[in-house]
């Protein structure tokens, strides 16, 4: 029972394409390994350096945006270095192009906002979100909502389509947020 | 001012840094876990030292792979400071570099461009 479960599960990922897929405390340690572990496995599937990079950088802005947005967290107000944010991850192929997905809790209250950045990315053709990237990146003001604006815009260059999204509420605080990235 | 060498690490750059001889390369990959901890001491002294060579040349070189926003963001903040002192008399070259099937690193090199007007810059495939 206990092999059949798991084998079933690890067969249901292959036929869906996944390469890997993780759930649960992600930190930028497990990014780092995680991250290798894509690397070498497209290497070895001789996957083309430009796909590569893109595949890459994608994984890294959603799991970024994991450990720093996600509102599902363990943390000690006196130690910020252990900070532990929980989230899912998944890397694989549909249909001959690759595609990262990953999903959080957050704050129904920060969820307004975040989907307003997507509509307005969204909105966008591939100069549009160049000028806008760079539009981002040349303010001298730092602050949250800019770090995450233009991850969502690193994100949005690297794809093949407009970024998928969706939001299901689990309580009157929280929400469930995911997001599927063509490349 | 002294030079500053740091090795390569798993998700930070080399850093090879001659003030002495007015050349200075970035080499590798930029995904540091706090971007402005790594960054944020080699701005400060980037600033400083472009004040002190005011009418000099100075060679800068990125030879980047990959770096994520945090970095991209530092790395234009580093290109603004070195348009800065071209703008006020020192002779800076850029020379950005990008493997030949890397379009990323092409891209990221012309977007970077765009903010120089004072910079002498060359996008070089290598």
């Known amino acids: 029972m206990l092999a059949s479960d798991h084998y079933r599960m690890t067969m249901e990922n292959k036929q869906r394409g996944i390469i890997f897929s993780f759930n649960g405390f992600i930190s930028e340690g497990i990014l780092f ?15 083309n350096a430009g796909t590569m990079k893109r595949v890459f950088s994608v994984f890294v802005e959603q799991a970024q945006n994991i450990i720093r947005y996600s509102a599902d967290t363990l943390a000690r107000e006196d130690q910020e270095d252990c900070r532990l944010s929980s989230g899912l991850i998944t890397v694989g192929t549909e249909a001959g192009r690759f595609f990262v997905a990953c999903g959080n809790v ?4 920060q969820a307004q906002p975040l989907q307003a950045r997507l509509e307005k990315i969204r909105g966008l053709d591939s100069a549009g979100i160049k000028a806008y990237y760079l539009e981002r990146i040349k303010e001298t003001v730092e602050s949250d909502s800019l770090g995450a604006s233009l991850g969502l815009i690193e994100i949005a260059r690297r ?3 407009p970024i998928r999204y969706d939001f299901l509420d689990i309580d009157g605080l929280t929400t469930f947020y995911c997001m599927k990235v063509f490349i | 001012m002294e030079n500053r060498f740091i090795p390569a690490l798993e998700r930070s750059p080399e850093v090879d840094f001659r003030y002495g001889e007015n050349h200075l ?18 701005l400060k002294d980037l600033t400083t030292y472009c004040q ?17 926003t945090s970095s991209a963001k530092a790395l234009m903040n580093m290109i603004q400071v070195l348009e800065g002192a071209a703008r006020s008399g020192t002779r800076v070259a850029l020379r950005w570099t990008f493997q030949k099937d890397d379009d990323v690193m092409r891209e990221f090199g012309e977007d970077f461009s765009t903010e ?11």
């Not at chain 1, 390994?33 to 996957?47: F, N, Q, T, V």
């Not at chain 1, 957050?106 to 209250?109: F, V």
């Not at chain 2, 706090?34 to 080699?42: E, K, Q, R, T, V």
């Open chain 1, 106 to 109: 957050m704050l129904r209250s």
């Open chain 1, 159 to 161: 794809a093949s389509e």
């Open chain 2, 116 to 126: 120089l007007e004072h910079v002498h810059f060359q996008l070089v495939q290598i």
């Open chain 2, 25 to 42: 390369a970035l080499r590798g990959e930029a995904y540091p876990e706090d971007a402005a901890a790594f960054f944020g001491p080699l």
């Open chain 1, 33 to 47: 390994a995680l991250g290798k572990a894509l690397k070498k496995k497209m290497a070895a599937d001789e996957i």
């Open chain 2, 52 to 68: 002190s060579i005011q009418g000099q040349d100075l060679l800068v070189e990125f030879q980047l792979e990959y770096f994520n």
